[in-house]
Each structure stands twice: as C-alpha cells, then as structure tokens.
C-alpha cells in the first residue's frame, strides 16, 4: 500500500476528514489514480466527507474502469442510510410532531435512502406522506437550506418538526428559523444527520444521527490490507459492509427539555 493510501487512511481512522483529487490538466499517473480512488472510496463513502460534496476522482468514469481493470475496488463501507433516516423521523414522531418536514439532498444515493427511512418511519406510525413536507436543498447545503427554509416559515401550514438529510442542511434551518424570530425547538424541532464535528457547540447544539467514522475506516482498511496482501475472497472484495448509526439527542429537537409541539399547544 502507497504513502498516499496510508496517509487518507491513517487521518480518517484518527478522525480527521480529507478529499485528495488529482489535476485535471494532462493524464495522471495510474498508480497515482489507484491510490486517490481506494482513498477517496474509503473516506467519502464513509460519510466522513458527508454534507460536503463528493468531489474526488471516485467519479471519474476512467479512473474507475482503471482500477476494475485491475480488480482493486475495495468493498463499500456506509451507514445504514434508511436506518438513519428512519430513526431521525421516529425520534421526532415520539415526540409528539405529526406534521414532520424533511430536508432532502441532491440526489445523491445517501440522501435517498434518508428519505426511504423517513417514508417508512411516517407509515410504521401511521402519519401520512405529504411530498409538500419535502423540500430540496443543494449544495452547497447550509445557506441552501437556509433560503429554503426561509420561504418555508412563510407559509401558513409550515412543519413543526424537520429531519435534515445531513447537518449543514440542518444547520441552515436553524439559522432561518432563528432569524424569522422564531425559536427552535419550541417552534420547529430540528434533526440532522451524520455528527458533523461542531454540532454541539452550535448556540442550539444540534440533535442527530451518528456513525463511528473510527469503526469505519478500521473496517475498510482491514479489509484494503486483506486485498492488498490477497487474504481477501473474490466475494469478499465487493462485499458492502452495512454499520449501524445511532441517534445523538442534544437541545435541537426539543427532547432534553419535553417542549410541547405546535400541535399540543393549539
């Protein structure tokens, strides 16, 4: 395994995010395509870079041919993101909200997921899905968020709760509900989705839904060694490995403090 691989491993096991990209100008090295794909697979499919655009040469269609060609795709390592989604939702459910709103991303396969998880939650409690309640923000997500949310208080039957697909996206509707006057939780609770690193030090600490990058990366370099020293089964070799997320409870959502919901106080 190269310098570059071990370097984006050894920073995601410690914590840490990174997002290497060669330049575009001129046709790079292969072994240098190698490197940045299995350490931008590692690292951005594990969410570590979540929220803030998988812009890496794991999208380069030739770059990927590349390294099948070589058969040195590693296995996938995710969250659950139906999971995530489900749990955000049901968390708000339980407390009390029924008319839940969802902030959902860009298209992207995570964020579909993250509003399977919350359609499934809304039917498992008996709620209703109302695709007016979904609204969609781009990147780059805060200030996106922000602006949808923003013309989303405006309106007479607004959400008195929302799941946001990651937290940038959460972030911006805490700030839009902030600046109409408003409070959140005691006017919209708020959940976010992936433990973004400040999360708790926001003036609200944001509630929401987390997975251990640590485990994460220790998974996928493990299995980056089985692969490289050939202990690894071709089956094994494109195995996606599924992690479980669990939830984060801060002020965001109103738990801590049992506020009652919009609906409760006529």
Wanted: proline residues 5%.
């Amino acid at each position: 395994m190269r310098l570059l691989t071990l370097a984006a491993i050894g920073l995601c096991l410690a914590g840490l995010p990174v997002l290497a990209q060669p330049k575009s100008a001129g046709t790079p090295d292969p072994k240098l395509i190698e490197d940045l794909v299995v350490a931008n697979r590692v690292l951005a499919d594990l969410g570590v870079l979540d929220g803030f655009g998988h812009v890496s040469v794991r999208h380069d269609k030739d770059a990927n041919r590349y390294l099948m060609s070589r058969s040195m795709a590693p296995a996938l390592v995710k969250a659950d993101d139906v999971l995530a989604g489900f749990l955000a939702t049901k968390h708000l459910i339980k407390l009390g909200h029924k008319r839940i709103g969802h902030l959902y991303g860009p298209g992207t396969s995570n964020a579909n997921d993250r509003l399977k998880g919350y359609r499934s939650a809304l039917e498992q409690y008996g709620l209703s899905y109302d695709e007016r309640l979904v609204r969609t923000a781009s990147y780059p997500y805060e200030s996106s968020s922000y602006e949808v949310m923003r013309i989303w208080l405006n309106e007479a039957k607004r959400p008195t709760a929302l799941f946001a697909f990651n937290d940038p996206s959460g972030i911006g509707a805490t700030r839009a509900v902030e600046d109409a006057g408003l409070r959140v939780p005691v006017d919209v609770a708020i959940v976010g989705c992936g433990n973004i690193h400040y999360g708790e030090l926001l003036k609200v600490p944001l509630t929401t839904v987390s997975w251990s990058a640590r485990e994460m990366g220790q998974v996928a370099a493990k299995r980056l060694i089985e692969m490289i020293e050939g202990s690894c089964s071709v089956a094994n070799r494109f195995e996606e490995i599924v992690l479980r997320p669990e939830m984060v409870v801060r002020s965001s959502c109103g738990a801590a403090k049992k506020v009652l919901v919009a609906s409760e106080r006529g």
